[in-house]
């Protein structure tokens, strides 16, 4: 079964400044991979994913993550966050091919400081 | 239109009623999902159905049962309501194969007291 741990509950980071936001993930087959957020008081929202090809992976509001197999990792990041992206962020997995369970991580609280 | 509706949004009951959080979404997907988020933001899927065919079903109390009466709709029933079960649910849908996005409700904020 897949898994995934992302490695910090909170990080607080300064507006305009860079950010990344950790995932590492445990499969033994190929997997999927996603980045969703939620802003508060509402459902999670698809940022970006991971299928295949490209390791570098582009999502919306300017937020980029990628695929590193070797280091079994699906970083999230942005190089100048603004107030609007304080929301938790969930990583998540799923085996590749057909209909699989998405198994969710326990989320990253990003707090941007004015 | 909002994709994926639930209602109520907000739910208060007492300990040991019985329950029902209605789903409805309109983009047309063949799966749903029932998902439960704790006070600490971790999000556990309790169950899915494809084309109202029940094909997750995590270990969940058997007081919590879902009924798809067609693909569009998924809604979730509650007995004997304990304190442990106050939580976010977030109703969800997608389309078919993993690969693709989970669209998901704003959630039922459930409180047992």
């Known amino acids: 079964a897949q898994s995934v741990t992302q490695l910090d509950s909170q990080v607080p980071v300064f507006e305009e400044a860079p950010v990344e936001l950790r995932c590492n993930y445990s499969?033994?087959?190929?997997?999927?991979l996603f980045w969703y957020v939620q802003y508060p008081n509402q459902g999670l929202q698809l940022l970006l994913k991971?299928?295949?090809?490209?390791?570098l992976v582009k999502g919306i509001n300017g937020f980029e993550a990628e695929f590193n197999k070797s280091q079994t990792s699906f970083h999230l990041r942005k190089p100048s966050v603004h107030i609007s992206d304080t929301a938790e962020y969930f990583c998540?997995?799923?085996?590749?091919?057909?209909?699989?369970?998405?198994?969710f991580g326990t989320g990253t609280k990003l707090q941007v400081i004015p | 239109d909002t994709a994926v509706s639930q209602t109520p949004k907000y739910l208060v009951t007492q300990m040991g009623n019985d329950k029902s959080i209605k789903c409805e979404q309109n983009?047309?997907?063949?799966?749903m999902y029932w998902y439960k988020q704790d006070s600490k933001k971790f999000l556990k899927i309790m169950f899915s159905?494809?084309?109202?065919?029940?094909?997750i079903n995590e270990t969940v109390p058997n007081r919590f049962s879902p009924k798809s009466p067609d693909k569009a709709h998924l809604n979730l029933h509650i007995n004997s309501l304990e304190l442990g079960d106050s939580a976010v649910y977030f109703c969800a849908s997608s389309q078919g194969d993993s690969g693709n996005t989970i669209y998901f409700g704003e959630g039922s904020w459930l409180t047992v007291v």
């Open positions: 499969s033994s087959v190929s997997v999927y």
């Open positions: 991971y299928l295949s090809g490209s390791t």
């Open positions: 983009l047309g997907h063949d799966t």
């Open positions: 159905y494809n084309n109202k065919e029940l094909i």
């Open positions: 998540a997995v799923s085996r590749g091919g057909g209909y699989q369970k998405v198994t």
